[in-house]
T-cell receptor, first 117, second 115 residues
Framework: DTGVSQNPRHKITKRGQNVTFRCDPI?????LYWYRQTLGQGPEFLTY????????KSRLLSDRFSAERPKGSFSTLEIQRTEQGDSAMYLC???????????????FGQGTRLTVV | AQSVTQLDSQVPVFEEAPVELRCNYS??????LFWYVQYPNQGLQLLLK??????LVKGINGFEAEFNKSQTSFHLRKPSVHISDTAEYFC?????????????FGTGTRLTIIP
């Protein structure tokens, strides 16, 4: 399978615990995005990497959230001291950015569903 | 900033009937437009996209959409739906630039096909 892979698919955690999600993008894609999707809503942008550089962060990304992409390949999203409001689907997407006119397609993984109890 | 409005949160349609899912956007700059489909507990799959050129765009699974710049709309249509089309559909935009493909999504339209 050469698509975007996310692990785990499901995570149940107690409030106050830390959780970490992993995203493996399509291998040649240099751009990686994290989105959050709550029930009944569309995905909301969280953060974006070009290679290993984190170039943009949404105001939704509070101090408890941190994302890394250390070698420009896979990425991790960590949530510290989880709260019930963090319960959501966390989606990762990747794209092959080109510095020419035109936008390329972002391919999405199947998501990690987080439930904080 | 960009915003996307999907006026219909739920659309029930009989099997083999036509359907139109509405999408309007707002942006101070030129944008690219997309429709994604999401099946239960799955990620998003691209149905079609408008980048430039012909305003009528054809996508996968028999879907098409028409870009209307004056009405800032990008409605999705299918002439005859199937049970397998039951899913959530999201309209999205991204700024026309060299930066990145960060997407702004609408709240989605749940399409339910009635046998």
């Amino acid at each position: 399978d050469t698509g975007v892979s996310q692990n785990p698919r499901h995570k149940i955690t107690k409030r106050g615990q830390n959780v970490t999600f992993r995203c493996d993008p399509i291998s040649e894609h240099n751009r990686l995005y994290w989105y959050r999707q709550t029930l009944g809503q569309g995905p909301e942008f969280l953060t974006y990497f070009q290679n290993e550089a984190q170039l943009e962060k949404s105001r939704l990304l509070s101090d408890r959230f941190s994302a890394e992409r250390p070698k420009g390949s896979f990425s991790t999203l960590e949530i510290q001291r989880t709260e019930q409001g963090d319960s959501a689907m966390y989606l990762c997407a990747s794209s092959l950015g080109r510095d020419t006119l035109g936008s390329t397609e972002a391919f999405f993984g199947q998501g990690t569903r987080l439930t904080v109890v | 900033a960009q915003s996307v409005t999907q006026l219909d949160s739920q659309v029930p349609v009989f099997e083999e009937a036509p359907v139109e899912l509405r999408c309007n956007y707002s942006s101070s700059v030129s944008v690219y437009l997309f429709w994604y489909v999401q099946y239960p507990n799955q990620g998003l799959q691209l149905l079609l996209k408008y980048l430039s050129g012909s305003t009528l765009v054809k996508g996968i699974n028999g879907f098409e959409a028409e870009f209307n710049k004056s009405q800032t709309s990008f409605h999705l249509r299918k002439p005859s739906v199937h049970i397998s089309d039951t899913a959530e559909y999201f309209c999205a935009v991204t700024r026309l630039n060299f930066g990145n493909e960060k997407l702004t999504f609408g709240t989605g339209t749940r399409l339910t096909i009635i046998p």
